[in-house]
Structure formats: C-alpha cells, structure tokens
C-alpha cells in the first residue's frame, strides 16, 4: 500500500513537472530576444493646459479648406490694420493700408503647395519632415509678424482639409545662454504642463489634438511647434506608409565590386616576388631578405 501511494504522487509529480514545462514554453519567445516594450500612451492634459493649448490654433479649425483659411486670415489681417487706419487722417496713408492688406492676402494665397511629387524648395527646410509626396497633402503659409509676433505659421492639408499647423518660433531675440532645449522645456511645461519629452521633442495630449515642440535651433535657429488632429493624423500616417517608396537595394554592379563577404583578398605568397622582379628588369639589385 505505501508503494502505491508513492507511485501515485510521483506520477502527479511528474504530470505537474511536464504541465508547467509546457506553459513556459509557450510563454517563452522562441527568438530568444525580447519583443520591443510597446510605449505607453501620453496622459491627457487637464483643464488648465489644454485651454492654453488650443490659443496655439489661432481661431483655426481642422477640417477648413483652404479658401476658409485665407478668409480667416484676411479677418485678422483686417483687424490688425484697423486702428492704423482709424487713427490716420491722410487718405494716402489709409490707402496704403489696404493696399498692403490686398497683396499680403495675394501672396497668402499664391503660397499654396501641392506635394505631388515635384520638387517644390520645402523638401529642404524647417518642414521637411513634416509632409510626404503624392498622398494628396498640400499646404499653405503665413508670416505672422504683427502685433510683436515674429513667426511664420504652415497650414497643412490632406484632400483638401485641414489637419495641421506648424508654428516657426523666432527665438533670434533671447541671449545665448537662454537659447537651449532646457530653457523651452522649462518655459513650455510651466505654461501647457508636464509633456512627454524623447530626444529634442516634447509632446502633449490634448486628446482631440496633439501638440509637439521641436528643438531646431542648431539648423535654423527656431522652435517648431506643429497642432494636429489626432484622428486624421493616424489616417495621414497610414496613407504615408501605404505610398512610401520602396527601400533602394545596392545596385548589382555595386554589389560585384565591393567585397561584401571580406573575401576577396590579395595571395601574398604568390605575388611576394613581383617587386624583386620589377627590380631585376630595371637593371637594380633587390635587398635580400
């Protein structure tokens, strides 16, 4: 009877032993290398930030075309030219005002790029990052040097809406020492709260809209900050990846003359007479080894 039951709880033992052997094989990669841990999402701002946020979209909505934005903005051009015209007499003066109005809305609107594939001079600039070809994106821009601002204000369309904004900072006027990433950290995060901050990027969650601070200040001696719809971002992203260009393979006639296998290597012994040899036939005497 004893043996018997140590032959019961041996075998329990063993069918234990072999259950869990089973279960951490399943759990256990096969690779041997650990997936990448997926990045955890951005908490939403509060109350507070986000409303400091949203000053960033300027009266802006996502979702506008680009005949309403060039609307808005002759909105705001109007009102800032207002009390300069009220507040003057002379005709030629109040004339010029307009003037100036009628062709900075011109230029506004004669600013509109379509990214189909042509090199248009932005591929190479502060938004070179922030647009792809042939994706139906197109964009528009404004200076926004008035009322103290000097900066320059992208809009960024995907058939035909609007779905982003990138703001260039000029930050040309703060002294050498205040001019670095910590200090922008510091400034920002105090006014829109804590961001999550990778590299020279912060970033907020504001749920319907994300915002992102760029350090660029080493290239072009700015701050970008780009405001765009998080949903349409994810459809933008997807289309970006569908459309994107295959990877270019090193060329055959590349891959003939490079060694990449590090095989081809020159037979010393063979050739370790060649030298003598040259010598001899030019009349010399070669050193002995």
Request: hydrophobic content about 35%; charged content about 30%.
């Amino acid at each position: 009877m004893h043996r018997v039951k140590i032959a019961l709880v041996t075998a329990a033992l063993l069918t234990s032993s072999a259950t869990l052997s089973l279960a951490d094989a399943k759990k256990a990669p096969t690779t041997g290398v650990k997936p990448p841990a997926k990045k955890k999402p951005i908490p939403p701002v509060n109350a507070e930030h986000k409303k400091a946020l949203v000053e960033l979209m300027a009266g802006f909505k996502f979702g506008m075309s680009k005949d309403e934005v060039v609307a808005l903005l002759s909105k705001q051009i109007d009102a800032s030219l207002e009390d300069k015209i009220k507040n003057t007499t002379d005709i030629a003066a109040q004339d010029r005002y307009r003037k100036d109005k009628k062709s900075e809305v011109a230029r506004i609107a004669s600013s509109y790029t379509q990214f189909d594939g042509k090199k248009t001079g932005w591929d190479v600039s502060i938004i070179d990052g922030e647009f792809a070809h042939n994706t139906g994106e197109a964009m528009l821009e404004n200076w926004e040097n008035r009322d103290g601002k000097n900066q320059r204000r992208f809009f960024f369309f995907v058939d035909g809406k609007l779905w982003k904004m990138f703001v260039q900072l000029d930050v040309s006027i703060l002294p050498a020492d205040k001019k670095n990433f910590q200090t922008l950290q510091g400034y920002m995060s105090a006014k829109y709260g804590p961001a999550d901050v990778e590299g020279n990027k912060m970033q907020w969650n504001a749920v319907e809209f994300q915002v992102k601070a760029v350090d660029r200040l080493r290239d072009y001696d700015a701050i970008g900050i780009s405001i765009e719809d998080t949903n349409t971002s994810k459809a933008v992203m997807a289309t970006r990846e569908q459309h994107a260009p295959p990877k270019q393979e090193t060329a055959s006639v590349i891959k003939a003359v490079v060694d990449t296998d590090h095989k081809d290597h020159p037979d010393v012994k063979s050739n370790s007479d060649a030298v003598d040899t040259v010598i001899k036939s030019q009349g010399g005497t070669p050193k002995k080894k």
